[in-house]
């Protein structure tokens, strides 16, 4: 039997490390060609590293340099990958960053920097995966005409102080894909998020890198572990398969319990 994303083109931003790694393996494994974008140059060994991974795997990808926030080199990361394979099927719009201050400190180029890459950088990258998956339609590969995952958060709905400007973009994501499902989905075009909870990256290494830390960390979980890029990974898996076909226009919560109020948990 063919694999659930078999002969799929898939780019997935940020994949140079963390969860867009974690999700690109998983992927890869389930039958995608996977695009490992990465934004610098001094990123490139680590995309290649993933690629090697995934070929020695017996998986197929390849790495491409692209700041997403960067509306002419999202166009032309489209063009190249639709000129290389024919088209793109699948896009998750994980890249992302945060640059955290207290709010009354937060600079404009904090605020900035981190809606161009989480916000603005989401809408390019939908913005051109929509316009592939229009021009193409539905193809013999999926029941769906394209795929689109955004990597949101729990703060797309928990408030984070001393992170507006994070909490404020993944708030945004969350009825960007709303919004974006609801005018696509006519057109067959399937568009959800993923929340995470805590997913042990770099990204929050100072949540687990020392016992206390993690033991800190652990009291906002109910499950009481942190979280690993696969769980993340086999959700976008499926989520972008034909299994997921009725679910458009949802953040799927990965979280263990993280939404739940855990505060709540002792009260008796
Ligand atoms: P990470 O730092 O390992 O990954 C972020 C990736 O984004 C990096 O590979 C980085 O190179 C890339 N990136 C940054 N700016 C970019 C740009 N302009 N263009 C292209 N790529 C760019 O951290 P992660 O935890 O894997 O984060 C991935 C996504 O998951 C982010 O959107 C983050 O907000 C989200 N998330 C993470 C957690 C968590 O607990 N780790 C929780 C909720 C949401």
């Given at each position: 039997?063919?694999?659930?994303?078999?002969?799929?083109?898939?780019?997935?931003?940020?994949?140079?490390?963390?969860?867009?790694?974690?999700?690109?393996?998983?992927?890869?494994?389930?039958?995608?060609?996977?695009?490992?974008?990465?934004?610098?140059?001094?990123?490139?060994?680590m995309?290649?590293?993933?690629v090697?991974?995934?070929v020695?795997?017996?998986?197929?990808?390849?790495?491409?340099?692209?700041?997403?926030?960067?509306?002419?080199?999202?166009?032309?990361?489209?063009?190249?990958?639709?000129?290389?394979?024919?088209t793109?099927?699948?896009?998750?719009?994980?890249?992302?960053?945060?640059?955290?201050?207290?709010?009354?400190?937060?600079?404009l180029?904090?605020?900035?920097?981190?809606?161009?890459?989480?916000?603005?950088?989401?809408?390019?990258?939908?913005?051109?995966?929509?316009?592939?998956?229009?021009?193409?339609g539905?193809n013999?590969k999926?029941?769906?005409?394209?795929?689109?995952?955004?990597?949101?958060?729990?703060?797309?709905?928990?408030p984070?102080?001393?992170?507006?400007?994070?909490?404020?973009?993944?708030g945004?994501?969350?009825?960007?894909?709303k919004?974006?499902?609801q005018?696509?989905?006519?057109?067959?075009?399937?568009?959800?998020?993923?929340?995470?909870?805590?997913?042990?990256t770099p990204?929050?290494?100072?949540?687990?890198?020392?016992?206390?830390?993690?033991?800190?960390?652990?009291?906002?979980?109910?499950?009481?572990?942190?979280?690993?890029?696969?769980?993340?990974?086999?959700?976008?898996?499926?989520?972008?398969?034909?299994?997921?076909?009725?679910?458009?226009?949802?953040?799927?919560?990965?979280?263990?319990?993280?939404?739940?109020?855990?505060?709540?948990?002792?009260?008796?």
């Amino acid at each position: 039997m063919d694999k659930k994303l078999q002969d799929q083109v898939a780019i997935i931003t940020g994949s140079s490390s963390g969860i867009g790694a974690g999700c690109a393996k998983e992927m890869a494994k389930a039958g995608a060609t996977v695009v490992i974008n990465y934004p610098v140059t001094g990123a490139k060994e680590m995309a290649e590293a993933v690629v090697a991974d995934i070929v020695a795997n017996g998986g197929s990808a390849i790495s491409y340099k692209c700041d997403v926030s960067k509306e002419d080199e999202v166009i032309q990361m489209f063009k190249d990958v639709v000129a290389q394979y024919g088209t793109v099927d699948i896009l998750v719009n994980n890249a992302g960053l945060q640059r955290d201050a207290k709010f009354v400190d937060m600079t404009l180029e904090q605020w900035n920097f981190v809606l161009s890459v989480n916000l603005t950088g989401q809408f390019l990258c939908a913005r051109e995966a929509i316009r592939e998956f229009l021009r193409r339609g539905i193809n013999s590969k999926s029941k769906a005409a394209g795929k689109i995952i955004c990597m949101s958060s729990v703060h797309e709905v928990i408030p984070w102080a001393g992170h507006a400007n994070y909490a404020a973009s993944k708030g945004g994501v969350m009825l960007m894909m709303k919004t974006i499902a609801q005018e696509y989905a006519p057109k067959k075009i399937r568009i959800n998020s993923i929340a995470p909870g805590a997913i042990q990256t770099p990204i929050n290494k100072d949540a687990w890198d020392t016992s206390e830390h993690l033991q800190n960390l652990l009291k906002l979980i109910p499950e009481r572990r942190i979280g690993q890029v696969e769980d993340i990974g086999k959700t976008a898996v499926w989520l972008a398969s034909d299994d997921a076909d009725y679910v458009n226009g949802t953040t799927i919560f990965v979280d263990g319990g993280m939404t739940l109020y855990p505060g709540f948990e002792d009260n008796g």
